[in-house]
């Protein structure tokens, strides 16, 4: 099954929500950054987590967030613009854990204090960015606190990865659900209640589809499905994108690279790594010098 967010509306009832299969896109980032178990983990939620954010935008525009708490996870970086291109990182990359890795293990890899940044680029003058402290360890308990808090939408979020005993991915996805003005109390905390009890990783990792997950939050509550979008792991890195920081560079550093025997630069985003001979970076001095 290739990777995709379903969303749907319920209009009477006033909810709109969306369920993500992400596991090749997970899959995909733990590849390219050749993650450890517990870090493949956390950075199934740091992607899961851009993407459903990333699906709450409009044409062009762009989400990032950053993670960073007091656990052994010091950082994760994820970004996703409204088509479901997605890209992110964790730091450190090796942290193994004990298999199997458990929800609250992950949680506590990321740990209980520090704060989630949100920045969103919609295509102002200047970005939007959000800080809000950790509520706790679950990345999916702070979008729901940061959605509440910086965009005051009574929101819940649950995401899932499911690891397999030898610490291979075996799925990933995620849930999210919104209430819209005129809302339904009873049907949200219905809505509320199943998602919140619903780990979306071992349901998927089960076979089940996003389409089955929704109809089973929302069974007895009418809705209608608007939307199927792809998902997948996108880097908008390139090489004269890194071109044209070494150019930023001043001579003498560029000499030192010369000296070194070239430069290696890694996109720490997708980890794709890309080199530049001596008789390069000496053309970027040359063209230095012309300007």
């Not at 052994?72 to 730091?91: C, M, Q, T």
């Not at 680029?121 to 940061?146: C, F, I, M």
């Not at 990933?172 to 659900?177: D, R, T």
């Not at 990783?201 to 089940?208: A, D, F, Q, V």
Request: hydrophobic share 45%.
């Amino acid at each position: 099954m290739n990777d995709v967010i379903v969303r749907i509306l319920a209009r009477d009832a006033g909810i709109r929500a969306m369920a993500a299969l992400t596991t090749d896109l997970v899959d995909e980032g733990a590849r390219r950054h050749r993650t450890a178990p517990l870090s493949t983990a956390v950075l199934g939620h740091g992607l899961t987590a851009a993407a459903l954010l990333g699906a709450l935008l409009k044409v062009e525009q762009r989400v990032a967030l950053r993670v960073e708490g007091d656990g052994p996870i010091h950082r994760i970086l994820a970004e996703s613009d409204a088509y479901g291109k997605v890209r992110g990182y964790v730091d450190p990359k090796d942290l193994e854990g004990t298999l199997p890795i458990t929800r609250d293990q992950i949680a506590q890899a990321i740990g209980a204090e520090g704060h989630l940044v949100v920045v969103k680029d919609l295509r102002l003058k200047s970005l939007y960015e959000s800080v809000v402290p950790l509520q706790s360890g679950h990345l999916d308990e702070n979008l729901t606190a940061y959605l509440l808090e910086s965009e005051q939408i009574p929101s819940a979020v649950r995401m899932g990865v499911q690891m397999s005993e030898t610490g291979e991915l075996v799925a990933a996805g995620g849930l999210l659900a919104q209430v819209m003005p005129g809302y339904q109390a009873q049907a949200w905390e219905q809505v509320q209640a199943r998602l919140l009890a619903m780990d979306p990783g071992y349901e998927l990792g089960e076979g089940r589809t996003p389409e089955a997950l929704l109809a089973h939050i929302f069974a007895g509550i009418p809705y209608q499905v608007l939307e199927r979008r792809a998902v997948r792991f996108h880097c908008s890195c390139s090489r004269d994108q890194i071109a044209r920081v070494l150019l930023g560079l001043d001579v003498q550093a560029l000499r030192d690279l010369v000296d070194e025997g070239g430069a290696e630069i890694t996109c720490q985003y997708c980890g794709r790594v890309y080199h530049f001979d001596p008789e390069e970076l000496l053309a970027f001095i040359q063209r230095k010098g012309m300007n």
